[in-house]
T-cell receptor, first 112, second 113 residues
Framework: AQSVTQPDIHITVSEGASLELRCNYS??????LFWYVQSPGQGLQLLLK??????LVQGIKGFEAEFKRSQSSFNLRKPSVHWSDAAEYFC??????????FGPGTSLSVIP | DGGITQSPKYLFRKEGQNVTLSCEQN?????MYWYRQDPGQGLRLIYY???????QKGDIAEGYSVSREKKESFPLTVTSAQKNPTAFYLC????????????FGQGTRLTVV
């Protein structure tokens, strides 16, 4: 069965520090991978996606993610976090038959 | 503007009543989805539909029903059989081309009292 795990439930970083959010997936075929961000009480906004090609993908708001097939991972990174990045982050996988599965999310807090 | 509209934003119902949540999209997407979100539990898939007049159960379909009579609409009914219906419900749609992302509505917060 397909699944997505995000090992960190909550992360706190200082403003200006670097950030890495972890994501591991389980899917037998080539995965389509996504990172979304959610502000409280809102819908989800796409940060970036991996479909094929270059394993390092760039997204909006200065985020990037690296796909590592050997580790079944798709970790999200940002070199310098801003206070406005505080939110909930979700990793997701889309299967070849259109099912989209999300991880449990990582809540990010930013200390001024 | 293209997008996904969920209505209403807040919904209150008495226990034992069925309630239908609306989801409409004008993105011309074939696939549509319903997710339930509870604090600390992420998004759990209730139902999804790849095409009109067809839909599949997700991981937590019990106590819910859907229909897909039109491409742009995918209403979700929360029945009285759903034991804990109070939650935030998110609708999404997606093109079926490979690697395309899902677009989300703003959600409906359902409170059953």
């Amino acid at each position: 069965a397909q699944s997505v795990t995000q090992p960190d439930i909550h992360i706190t970083v200082s403003e200006g520090a670097s950030l890495e959010l972890r994501c591991n997936y389980s899917y037998g075929a080539t995965p389509y991978l996504f990172w979304y961000v959610q502000s409280p009480g809102q819908g989800l906004q796409l940060l970036l996606k991996y479909f094929s090609g270059d394993t390092l993908v760039q997204g909006i708001k200065g985020f990037e993610a690296e796909f590592k097939r050997s580790q079944s991972s798709f970790n999200l990174r940002k070199p310098s976090v801003h206070w406005s990045d505080a939110a909930e982050y979700f990793c997701a996988v889309k299967t070849s038959y259109d099912k989209v599965i999300f991880g449990p999310g990582t809540s990010l807090s930013v200390i001024p | 503007d293209g997008g996904i509209t969920q209505s209403p934003k807040y919904l209150f119902r008495k226990e034992g009543q069925n309630v239908t949540l609306s989801c409409e999209q004008n993105l011309n997407h074939d696939a549509m989805y319903w997710y339930r979100q509870d604090p600390g539990q992420g998004l759990r898939l209730i139902y999804y539909s790849q095409i009109v007049n067809d839909f599949q159960k997700g991981d937590i379909a019990e106590g819910y029903s859907v229909s897909r009579e039109k491409k742009e609409s995918f209403p979700l009914t929360v029945t009285s059989a759903q034991k804990n219906p109070t939650a935030f419900y998110l609708c999404a749609s997606s093109d079926r081309r490979q690697g395309t992302e899902a677009f989300f509505g703003q959600g409906t917060r359902l409170t059953v009292v």
